[in-house]
């Protein structure tokens, strides 16, 4: 099975991370890096309740960083291994424009 993270923007290509070489992030890790991410980039819960679900937390980080954090490789790599880790599956696709995941 393919393994990658791809995050696509308004008028743009999609932005494509291979992880099929890459070691695996422990899930406790990927939590953490994208709890950091999110409070490094004063990012907001989608959900009025303030209920953070972790596929939320990840497209938040995402649309936050925009296409200019995804140019630094490390920091793109970084965010795929922590989202494919946190979401628990080796091929995701992340829509900032509809603001959805799938598998």
């Known amino acids: 099975m393919r393994s990658e993270v791809t995050v696509s923007f308004k ?6 991370v291979d992880l ?11 939590r953490i890096w994208l709890e950091d991410q999110f409070t490094q980039m004063d990012c907001e819960p989608l959900r ?3 209920k ?3 596929a939320d ?11 200019a954090r995804f140019a630094d490789p490390a920091w793109a790599q970084a965010f795929a291994r922590a989202a494919s880790a946190a979401l ?5 696709h992340i829509d900032v ?6 598998y």
């Open 11 to 16: 008028n743009a290509p999609p932005i494509r």
């Open 20 to 30: 099929e070489e890459v070691q695996p992030l422990p899930h406790d890790l990927a």
């Open 48 to 50: 009025p309740t303030g």
């Open 52 to 54: 953070l679900l972790t």
């Open 57 to 67: 937390k990840v497209l938040v980080v995402a649309q936050a960083a925009g296409r």
């Open 88 to 92: 628990a599956k080796p091929a995701v």
């Open 97 to 102: 424009v509809t603001m959805s995941i799938s």
